[in-house]
């Protein structure tokens, strides 16, 4: 609960027949600063204090509540190996890193051939994965020529901003 | 009457519908994720409510866990805000089946209005204008219809709206790496892979119906234009819709009424069309059956409260408006406040360090952020609404302009500079821009901003921007 627009409309109008152009007023829920701009209009600043207040759960309901899916549940820390997966040496590869924080996706639609497998040719420019973020599809690229040596993370696990998502081994020779 | 909702959302909408509850004296419990525990809805709230982990897939979007989560607390209704689980029919059989009122429509009308191929077919029965095209199943099948319709053509994904899982295709070739990706997103998003194709207009304006249903009744709220748009996402929505030919707007607006009576809508919702301003045609885009990011537009020329209409709804309560009680008066206009790297087009989340927003009359915020508030990652990267009103066009720019100015968040980077430059460009101010506007303005901004970079000798930056 804190102070509401029409709270602050009714305050403007008080002090809009008054001689000040800054008002702040502190509670212990919230703290309201309001300054008048140099264009004669007022600029408002909020910022509620009070602590959000958990609703007390019925033991019983703890249960069921986080009927997570199962692959959503407990995703593996973004950059952990795939079990099964063997590191490369780490001297002679090229970390593919997410570039934002999003969904990694190795294929292009559902029940289609990933972008790349472990052992995959790639140069710069061949997209190996995508990152959905705040709604938004960005391919990923190898950003370097070689062979996919390591895929780090799982179809659909989060990925972290520059998480490793694959390693790339240096092309021989 | 109900005492008692659980807000299944986050961010601005949750503020809002929370705002709206304590005014009602309506208890408010907010379903939080592990990233929104501490947010400002959070605290605005009566009572929080885990649901679960930080990605949406566990915790927004999982409806067994907003369902035990308001059983648990004893909510009598969950409000599903926008997106995550507002228009899925899954939430509202749910809710019939724990004994809770889901506030929106019945679950066969979001079932209909989400089947994009469905609705397209019921506006075309209604006599409605859709758009040359149809469902395609194989490549093969995508390419004939393609060479039927013409270049280009839009990809659109049955399950999909609001932008999501639509590719413009110019040539032959495109068509089916850009049908794969639609499906991606369609996947991503929705789990229905499902896909069909229209005829791209090159000259268009995007407008929308605010309908108001009980069931028998179904009467409109006026138009909004939301034709300033990237990528399909909007970026500035106003009402009404500028420099709209009378009898245009009356067939439109008969339209969504006569779509919306054949469906026996209940609840709040909008039907979007796309008008082709080279023709004067208007055809069927969608029907979104929930409230929109853009209400406040019609909120503040119609003097309703949008978020208390919807609630009157679902208690079952017979309209209370007649279509000549609603009066339409002024002008308003709304900016979508993104934390983004504007000129990239890249999402950018982050911990706010300041937040200022205009005050006074004929302005207000709509914000789920204070100073302190993180952005996360996993979601929309909406902060905050600014709306803008006055008597006429003129009058709402001309505020827009100056609250822009007032406008001060600190800690992410914002698309504040775009709106900024958007409320001083001519084409904008004049009115009745197309959908193809703001890509325009974005390509001069890129080009004006490698100049500037040039004069600095940091041509490399401004290449990155383009």
């Known amino acids: 609960m804190t102070i509401s627009n029409e709270d602050v409309q009714d305050i403007l109008r008080l002090l809009d027949t008054l001689p000040f152009s800054e008002l702040t007023l502190e509670t212990s829920r919230f703290t309201l600063r309001l300054q008048r701009a140099a264009d004669g209009g007022w600029s408002q600043e909020t910022q509620v204090l009070s602590r959000p207040v958990a609703a007390a759960v019925p033991a019983a309901a703890v249960g069921p509540v986080p009927a997570v899916p199962a692959a959503a549940a407990s995703p593996a820390p973004a950059g952990a190996p795939t079990a099964g997966s063997t590191h490369a040496d780490a001297s002679r590869t090229q970390d593919v890193r997410a570039p934002l924080p999003g969904t990694f996706y190795r294929a292009p639609q559902p029940g289609a051939p990933p972008y790349v497998e472990v052992g995959s040719q790639v140069d710069a420019d061949t997209v190996v994965a995508i990152i959905e973020t705040m709604k938004l599809m960005n391919p990923v690229y190898a950003g370097a020529t070689g062979t996919v040596s390591e895929i780090c993370l799982d179809d659909g696990q989060f990925a972290e901003q520059d998480a490793v998502l694959m390693r790339i081994g240096a092309q021989a020779g | ?466």
């Open chain 2, 1 to 466: 009457m109900l005492h008692s909702v659980l807000v299944a959302n986050r961010g601005e909408i949750a503020a809002r519908v929370v705002g709206t509850c304590q005014r009602l004296g309506i208890e408010t419990i907010l379903a939080c994720s592990d990233a929104d525990l501490d947010s400002l809805p959070a605290r605005l709230a009566d009572r929080t409510v885990r649901i679960g982990p930080a990605p949406p897939a566990g915790s927004y979007l999982n409806t067994d866990a907003v369902v035990a989560a308001a059983v648990a607390v004893g909510a009598e209704a969950i409000h599903p805000g926008y997106g995550f689980l507002s228009e899925n029919p899954r939430l509202a059989h749910a809710c019939d089946a724990a004994g809770l009122v889901f506030i929106g429509p019945p679950a066969a009308q979001l079932e209909m209005a989400g089947d994009k191929l469905a609705a397209r077919a019921e506006a075309a029965a209604a006599g409605i204008p859709v758009l040359a095209g149809g469902a395609v199943g194989s490549a093969a099948e995508a390419e004939s219809l393609a060479q039927q319709i013409g270049w280009p053509v839009l990809v659109k994904a049955a399950a999909g709206g609001g932008g999501r899982g639509l590719r413009r295709v110019r040539t032959p070739g495109e068509l089916a790496p850009a049908a794969g990706q639609a499906t991606a997103e369609a996947r991503a998003a929705f789990g229905d892979p499902r896909i069909y194709l229209e005829r791209f207009v090159s000259h268009a304006r995007h407008i929308e119906v605010q309908l108001l249903g009980d069931g028998d009744r179904v009467i409109h709220l006026g138009e909004r234009d939301c034709s300033v748009q990237r990528r399909y996402q909007k970026v500035v929505e106003e009402a009404p819709a500028p420099h709209l030919d009378p009898r245009l707007r009356a067939a439109i607006l008969d339209a969504a009424v006569a779509f919306g009576t054949r469906l026996r809508y209940r609840g709040l919702g909008t039907v979007e069309f796309l008008v082709d301003t080279d023709g004067g045609a208007f055809f069927f885009l969608e029907m979104n059956a929930r409230i929109q990011v853009e209400h406040p537009v019609t909120e503040a020329v119609s003097g309703l409260d949008l978020v208390a209409e919807q609630i009157a709804m679902a208690e079952g309560r017979p309209l209370r408006l007649v279509p000549e009680e609603v009066t339409l008066t002024g002008h308003a206009i709304e900016c979508r406040i993104n934390a983004e790297d504007w000129r990239a087009g890249l999402p950018g989340p982050g911990t706010i360090t300041r937040a200022a927003f205009p005050a006074g009359p004929g302005i207000r915020v709509d914000t789920g952020i204070q100073a302190g508030s993180v952005v996360p990652p996993y979601y929309d990267p909406l902060l905050a609404k600014l709306i803008a009103c006055g008597a006429d066009r003129p009058g709402a720019v001309s505020r827009l302009r100056r609250a822009l100015g007032r406008c001060e968040i600190a800690g992410v980077e914002t698309n504040l500079p775009l709106h900024r430059g958007l409320a001083r460009e001519p084409e904008f101010i004049a009115g009745g821009v197309t959908t193809g506007f703001l890509g325009r303005y974005l390509g001069r901004a890129a080009s004006d901003g490698a100049a500037a970079a040039a004069r600095q000798s940091r041509p490399g930056m401004a290449a990155a921007h383009e």
